[in-house]
């Protein structure tokens, strides 16, 4: 999985917005489980969002409101969008195909 970000870092401002991107060869995210990780230094990888293959999403509590998750399917790829930004938000960020298939990872940095 490719994946990318809108800002070359990953850096952003408390209260900013960014948009995680992940393109998807050979398999289609129309049709398949997909969601986005993350995981902060010294903690435990945590799931912040997810879309289903019928297309129904669930969100971590602390990112609800803030994230969305969503697919191009014509374009096979997945996007997060991340708005209000908080420094808590800072971590690498991962996307996943069923658990199975992982992108190499996005730092997204939040800091003023």
């Known amino acids: 999985l490719r994946s990318s970000c809108r800002r070359w870092g990953g850096l952003v401002q408390p209260g900013g917005s960014l948009r995680l991107s992940c393109a998807v060869s050979?398999?289609?995210?129309?049709?398949?489980?997909m969601g986005w990780y993350r995981q902060a230094p010294g903690k435990e990888r945590e799931l912040v969002a997810r879309?289903?293959?019928?297309?129904?999403?669930r969100y971590q509590d602390s990112v609800k409101g803030r994230f969305s998750i969503s697919r191009d399917n014509a374009r096979n790829t997945l996007y997060l969008q991340m708005n209000s930004l908080k420094p808590e938000d800072t971590a690498v960020y991962y996307c996943?195909?069923?658990?199975?298939?992982w992108g190499k990872g996005t730092q997204v940095t939040v800091s003023s």
């Open positions: 996943t195909l069923r658990g199975e298939y």
């Open positions: 050979g398999r289609r995210v129309s049709v398949n489980d």
């Open positions: 879309i289903f293959g019928g297309g129904s999403t």
